[in-house]
């Protein structure tokens, strides 16, 4: 009786993404909240946005069934909750007008610093065989590498189903590894995301009825942030796992933004210099390049993460071996090379 109730829950769970999702593209046809395509973009047609508050609201609305439940801290719950939401606000905002980079910045790191408080901070971490106890300024670290999460899935969300997709299978995978590692209390946040994400998904595949927008994007980067937190405070072995998994986004974003800083660009500034957008355009189309994210992601970076997490590879040697050739990857499709300008422009 009690896996036949969880099985409804999860169910209603996808069903009400799905419905919602479907609601907001008519929302946004009828307030022609479209994404229109310029220079800049790697779509052609014009397409609804702010999808991605359909994962928002399920995601959310789920976390005190959970802790009610038994099945999530409520000390988590709160943070979450309260991360979440200003993190999706704050993108609901920009989506429908505009709002400064540094307010943007700004409200990312106190959403960021409002999580941590309720995760404890950040614990200590095993590399290479000795214990980092990395102290009161893990927290500063932490903060900012939740803001950098945040921002580098916004990002990475250029192409049709690419963030939907990996949003999927990092958390699937996570649950994956919670399961084989004897860790199942953690399993139903992630399994409860990638419900959320999967009902999107349906309106997000290639070729897309309806796009993310910020808020669902930044809300994304930093809830799986939070989540690879977590698994930090279970096992050092799983937070090097989660990076594993995060592999493609973490590896062409920042590859990315390094090589654009170092040529002096507005890194804020919008572009399509990201491995994965040349790689649309090499090929044509946004399926096959979302669908060869999803292949590295299960054919490379699951059974690495795996390894790491069953103790088999130190975690950063894990972590090196899984990057190393996902950098040669963003290399070949010249992630942040300069844009050629078109003709007369």
């Known amino acids: ?8 829950g999860c169910l209603c769970l996808f069903l009400s993404a799905v419905l919602m999702t479907g609601l907001l593209r008519k929302y946004a046809l009828s307030r022609q909240l479209m994404d229109i395509p310029n220079s800049r973009s790697s779509h052609t047609v014009a397409t609804p946005r702010g999808g991605g508050v359909a994962i928002v609201i399920a995601f959310l609305a789920a976390l005190p069934v959970l802790s009610l439940s038994g099945l999530l801290s409520w000390a988590l719950c709160l943070g979450l909750l309260g991360a979440g939401a200003l ?20 409200g990312h790191f106190i959403a960021s610093a409002w999580a941590l408080v ?23 670290v932490a903060a900012v590498y939740l803001v950098w999460m945040l921002n580098l899935y ?19 995978a996570g649950c994956l590894l919670y399961w084989l590692t004897d860790n199942r209390e953690l399993i139903w946040m992630p399994l409860a995301l990638a419900l959320a994400v999967a009902g999107f998904l349906y309106w997000n595949f290639p070729p897309a009825r309806i796009f993310m927008g910020d808020a669902g994007s930044g809300f994304l980067g930093l809830t799986l942030g939070i989540l690879s937190l977590q698994a930090a405070w279970c096992s050092s072995s799983l937070f090097w796992a989660w990076l594993i998994l995060l592999g493609v986004f973490i590896v062409d974003a920042t590859w990315t933004l390094l090589r654009r800083l170092f040529r002096g660009d507005k890194v804020y500034e919008a572009h399509r210099s990201h491995a994965y957008q040349y790689a649309s355009r090499h090929f044509g189309q946004h399926r096959i390049v979302t669908l060869s994210v999803l292949v590295i992601n299960l054919v490379w970076l699951l059974p690495v993460a795996i390894a790491v997490a069953l103790g088999g590879i130190d975690g950063f040697v894990g972590l090196l071996l899984a990057y190393v050739p996902l950098v040669v990857l963003a290399m070949r499709f010249n992630a942040g090379k300069l844009e050629k300008k078109a003709a007369g422009g």
């Open 87 to 106: 993190v999706a606000i704050i993108g609901f905002m920009d989506d429908h007008g505009h709002i400064a980079a540094r307010w943007r910045l700004a």
């Open 1 to 8: 009786m009690l896996l036949l109730m969880k099985l409804l």
């Open 118 to 140: 309720w995760l404890g901070g950040f614990p200590s971490l095993q590399i290479l065989g000795f214990q980092l106890d990395v102290g009161w300024a893990g927290g500063a």
């Open 154 to 172: 916004n990002f990475m969300d250029g192409i049709d189903g690419i963030a939907s997709v990996q949003a999927v299978f990092v958390c699937l």
